[in-house]
């Protein structure tokens, strides 16, 4: 085929901000300024998937909040992932994994929505940056073998693990 592929760099927080107060206003909806910030927040920077997201969430009628958007999207709360990741580094392995089972079964999550939420948690972190890097790591190790079909309660339990043995040192 002899389509071209372009790629285009992600839009930055505010633009995409914009352009979904544009599409709330353009097609009549209502969103707080909580909803629209997990738009922006689940969108990652694509114009298309923060359409999407709307697109659906307007489904169940026109006032959306951010519990609909979360919902609609199969994905947590950033505070939810952040609490599931604070867990396994203050060692309560039990509660980070329960936590992680809730989320998985509330939001309908798949393992690699759960691991892209995990990193920018991590990424977030107020650590040094030996424990972040080993962190990262693991993180990329469990989406490798999540993508190379490791069974996901399962190697998101291990990567659980992992964030509170590399905390502890």
Do not use: H, W
Request: aromatic share 6%.
């Amino acid at each position: 085929s002899r389509c071209a592929v372009f790629r285009f760099s992600p839009l930055t927080d505010e633009d995409l901000t914009k352009i979904t107060k544009q599409v709330i206003q353009g097609e009549g909806l209502e969103l707080d300024d909580k909803a629209i910030e997990a738009v922006v927040y689940l969108s990652e920077g694509d114009a298309r998937k923060a359409i999407n997201i709307l697109q659906g969430a307007s489904g169940a009628g026109s006032k959306i909040t951010e519990e609909m958007i979360f919902q609609v999207s199969s994905r947590a709360r950033p505070a939810e992932i952040g609490e599931m990741v604070q867990l396994a580094i203050k060692g309560k392995f039990t509660q980070a994994r329960d936590l992680l089972n809730k989320l998985m079964i509330e939001y309908a999550m798949s393992g690699q929505d759960v691991i892209g939420q995990v990193y920018r948690e991590v990424t977030r972190l107020d650590v040094d940056d030996e424990t972040k890097v080993k962190l990262v790591d693991r993180v990329g190790e469990y989406d490798f073998r999540m993508s190379e079909g490791g069974d996901e309660r399962i190697q998101l339990e291990a990567l659980l693990a992992q964030i509170m043995l590399v905390a502890k040192k």
